[in-house]
C-alpha cells in the first residue's frame, strides 16, 4: 500500500479555541484544581466545538469539577494530547491497543447511539460497485489514528490485498469533502458521522463493505485523576439526560452532528469495548 497524506454554533459558552492551551497553561490549570477534557475531533472545529462547550460547561457545574475543553483540529491530536499527558478526560476509541492500554486509562462511561460500523463507501452515482475497482486509486481517511473510520476499513482492503493510496482528510469531514469534489474515488467512514454527513449536507453514499459492529466512543479518564473528581465528573455526565435543563442541551448539541434525541451519555466499565481489543489481535502489523 502507497500511503500519501493531504491533506450554528448554540448554547455557545466561551467558545476554546482548538489547541490553544500548552505545557505552561496546562500546568496552571492543573494548580487551579481543573482538568482537561479531549475529544477525538470528527467533524470540523466549529461544529466540534458547538457540540461540546455547552456539555462541558454543564458537567463542569453538576459535578463541581472544572473541566476545559481542549480540541486538537485532527482526530489524531486527541491521541497526542493522551501520549504527552496533557489531559486528563478524553472521549476516544483510540485507547485499546495492547501498549496503550498500559497508560493506565479507564472508561466510564460511553454516548448511547446505535452500533457504528466501519464503511467504505462512495457516492451514489459513483460508477464503482465493487472494492476491487479501488484498486490503484486515491482513497480518503480521516486520519492514522482514526479507528473505525481508517483502520478497520484500512485493513479490510490489505488483507484483499487491494493496493489504495490513502488521502487522510484531517477529520472524517475532510475526507468527505475529498470524495464530493472528486479528489478520490472513495472514503473509509464511520456509519453514524457518514449518516450524520448525509443529513447535514444532503449527500447520498453507496456502501462498498461494512463491519462488524462497534460501540460508539468512550468517555476515559487518566488514572492521575483522584477518584473523588473521577466519580463526580461520571457522574453528572450520565445523569445529564435525567435532568430537563441538560436534556434540552443534549437535545439541541444533537441536531448539530446529525445524532437522535436519545443520544445520551451512560455508564461503562469498559466490557463492551472488547470487538476494539479483538481487532488487535488479528490486524496487520503496520495499524497495530
Known amino acids: 500500500m502507497r500511503m500519501v497524506r493531504s491533506l450554528a454554533p448554540v448554547l455557545m459558552r466561551g467558545l476554546c479555541l482548538a489547541g490553544a492551551l500548552f505545557s505552561a497553561g496546562a500546568a496552571l490549570a492543573q494548580e487551579a484544581g481543573s482538568y482537561r477534557f479531549s475529544p477525538v475531533n470528527q467533524a470540523n472545529l466549529q461544529v466540534a466545538a458547538s457540540y461540546w462547550n455547552p456539555i462541558i460547561a454543564y458537567v463542569s457545574e453538576k459535578s463541581g469539577v472544572k473541566l476545559s475543553l481542549k480540541l486538537g483540529r485532527t482526530s489524531a491530536d486527541t491521541t497526542a494530547y493522551v501520549l504527552a499527558q496533557e489531559v486528563e478526560f478524553a472521549f476516544t476509541n483510540h485507547l485499546f491497543s495492547p501498549e496503550r492500554e498500559k497508560l493506565g486509562w479507564k472508561v466510564f462511561g460511553r454516548r448511547l447511539t446505535p452500533a457504528i460500523h466501519s464503511q467504505i463507501l462512495v457516492p451514489a452515482d459513483?460508477?464503482?460497485?465493487?472494492?476491487?475497482?479501488?484498486?490503484?486509486?486515491?482513497v480518503a481517511f480521516p486520519g492514522p489514528e482514526a479507528f473505525i473510520a481508517y483502520k478497520v476499513s484500512y485493513a479490510q482492503l490489505l488483507n484483499r490485498k487491494i493496493?489504495?493510496?490513502?488521502?487522510?482528510?484531517?477529520?472524517?469531514?475532510?475526507?468527505?469533502?475529498?470524495?464530493?469534489?472528486?479528489?478520490?474515488?472513495?472514503?473509509?467512514?464511520?456509519?453514524?458521522?457518514?449518516?450524520?454527513?448525509?443529513?447535514?449536507?444532503g449527500k447520498k453514499f453507496r456502501v462498498l463493505w461494512s463491519s462488524e459492529p462497534f460501540h460508539d466512543l468512550a468517555l476515559m479518564v487518566s488514572s492521575r485523576v483522584p477518584e473523588k473528581d473521577q466519580q463526580a465528573v461520571a457522574r453528572a455526565f450520565t445523569t445529564m439526560h435525567k435532568d430537563p435543563r441538560g436534556l434540552d442541551i443534549l437535545n439541541q448539541v444533537s441536531q448539530l452532528v446529525g445524532l437522535s434525541a436519545e443520544a445520551h451519555f451512560i455508564a461503562s466499565d469498559g466490557s463492551e469495548y472488547e470487538p476494539y481489543r479483538r481487532f488487535y489481535q488479528t490486524a496487520p502489523a503496520q495499524l497495530r
Request: proline share 2%; charged share 25%; glycine share 12%.
Open 126 to 138: 459513483s460508477p464503482i460497485k465493487d472494492l476491487a475497482q479501488l484498486e490503484d486509486k486515491d
Open 163 to 201: 493496493n489504495v493510496r490513502s488521502v487522510f482528510g484531517g477529520n472524517m469531514d475532510g475526507a468527505f469533502a475529498q470524495l464530493f469534489s472528486g479528489k478520490v474515488a472513495a472514503v473509509g467512514a464511520n456509519s453514524q458521522l457518514a449518516e450524520g454527513y448525509a443529513r447535514r449536507e
